[in-house]
């Protein structure tokens, strides 16, 4: 899946701001796991953090990305599965059902992927960009997703759960 946004640009403050592709952080450094802070300001500032994460989420051909892992211990998440931007602020999952073992990866371990089992069915409330209150469900990699990216605001990675580890060269 491939979605390059070019350059998008909006008023900031009466100067134009152009998106940026933010670093991304990979295992071994020390901020993938803390515990990340709640939002209590949805303002230009967040704005242009959910930007900036799409951004460089598309641009690393990623399906979700976490706040932390661009160095910011805000529970911030973008997540596109191929169905549309999803912006969760302050997100939990409220209601999970059955199960699912996919495998998966993480742009903070490049190269690496492993067998996760996770909810089949996921429901997420969280808060838009604006504060308001929003409910999120979904299934496959939607769910995946959810859980993947909300475990990186606890400080945890896909790999501290995995059943195995996938030798992806050799299956090649
Ligand atoms: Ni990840």
């Not at 979904?138 to 400080?155: K, M, P, W």
Request: charged share 25%.
């Amino acid at each position: 899946m491939w979605i390059l946004m070019g350059i998008s640009t909006y008023k900031y403050k009466k100067e134009i701001y152009i998106m940026a592709i933010r670093n991304i952080y990979v295992e071994g450094e020390e901020v993938l796991r803390k515990i990340s802070k709640p939002v209590t300001e949805f303002n230009q500032k967040l704005w242009i953090l959910l930007d900036d994460m799409a951004e460089t989420m598309n641009r690393a051909d990623g399906v979700g990305l976490a706040a932390p892992q661009v160095g910011i211990l805000k529970r911030v998440v973008v997540i596109d599965v191929g169905e549309g931007l999803i912006e969760l602020i302050n997100p939990k999952i409220i209601g999970q059902k059955g199960s699912q073992i996919e495998a998966e990866g993480c742009l903070s371990c490049p190269g690496e992927y492993g067998k996760v089992k996770r909810p089949s069915w996921v429901s997420v409330q969280a808060q838009d960009r604006h504060g308001n209150e929003i409910v999120r469900e979904g299934t496959g990699l939607l769910a995946v997703a959810f859980c993947h990216e909300i475990d990186h605001l606890d400080g945890k990675i896909f790999k501290d759960i995995a059943i195995e580890m996938l030798d992806v060269k050799s299956e090649e």
